[in-house]
T-cell receptor
Framework: DAGVIQSPRHEVTEMGQEVTLRCKPI?????LFWYRQTMMRGLELLIY????????DSGMPEDRFSAKMPNASFSTLKIQPSEPRDSAVYFC???????????FGPGTRLTVL | AQSVSQHNHHVILSEAASLELGCNYS??????LFWYVQYPGQHLQLLLK??????LVKGIKGFEAEFIKSKFSFNLRKPSVQWSDTAEYFC????????????FGQGTELSVKP
């Protein structure tokens, strides 16, 4: 199994630009999670989906952030407009079920200048 | 609000020393417990997990953890560390009432001196 796939691995952009991060979960997994990791705040859950439906988006920092899961094999996290404080590593994870083990992707390192 | 607390921010050990990393959580109901490891520049990998049954669980690379319900703890141990164990270790908890919401501790950075 290829594991969770994320793209791009690195993204450098300027403040105000739109950023789209992509995730392909492990085939057959029903739950998908987006996390953000920073030195100051550690690992934070942003949003998670069960069967393509958003269940808890309470961790999404503000309206500039949005996430979609149009089908079982693809999800996006979009930031528009981006700001320097959004610089972080964004991880996607998937799980066979909502309370089960989560398997993490390699992450996208985002730098907003 | 629920929380997960890891006692040590940074631990420095020599090779062959024994390791114990503390983890406490605040939720009193049914929980699933995890330890993840993040090697420098890499993503999180599962070390071990506890869902039910024997409270002493064994994971990969010689790690083990003990769930003590009365103490709300899930400490990670390894009898003899190696230089390759240098990494950041995260304790995480899912409680039975919040579906998949995994709450992470702040992480413990382990440095093993050769």
């Amino acid at each position: 199994d290829a594991g969770v796939i994320q793209s791009p691995r690195h993204e450098v952009t300027e403040m105000g630009q739109e950023v789209t991060l992509r995730c392909k979960p492990i085939s057959g997994h029903n739950s998908l999670f987006w996390y953000r990791q920073t030195m100051m705040r550690g690992l934070e859950l942003l949003i998670y989906f069960n069967n393509n439906v958003p269940i808890d988006d309470s961790g999404m920092p503000e309206d500039r952030f949005s996430a979609k899961m149009p089908n079982a094999s693809f999800s996006t996290l979009k930031i528009q407009p981006s700001e320097p404080r959004d610089s972080a590593v964004y991880f996607c994870a998937s799980s066979p079920s909502s309370g089960g083990t989560q398997y993490f992707g390699p992450g996208t390192r985002l730098t907003v200048l | 609000a629920q929380s997960v607390s890891q006692h040590n921010h940074h631990v420095i050990l020599s090779e062959a020393a024994s390791l114990e990393l503390g983890c406490n959580y605040s939720y009193g109901g049914t929980v699933n417990l995890f330890w993840y490891v993040q090697y420098p520049g890499q993503h999180l990998q599962l070390l071990l997990k506890y869902f039910s049954g024997d409270p002493l669980v064994k994971g990969i690379k010689g790690f083990e953890a003990e769930f003590i319900k009365s103490k709300f703890s899930f400490n990670l141990r390894k009898p003899s560390v190696q230089w390759s164990d240098t990494a950041e270790y995260f304790c995480a908890v899912i409680n039975g009432n919040q579906g998949g919401k995994l709450i992470f501790g702040q992480g413990t950075e382990l440095s093993v001196k050769p």
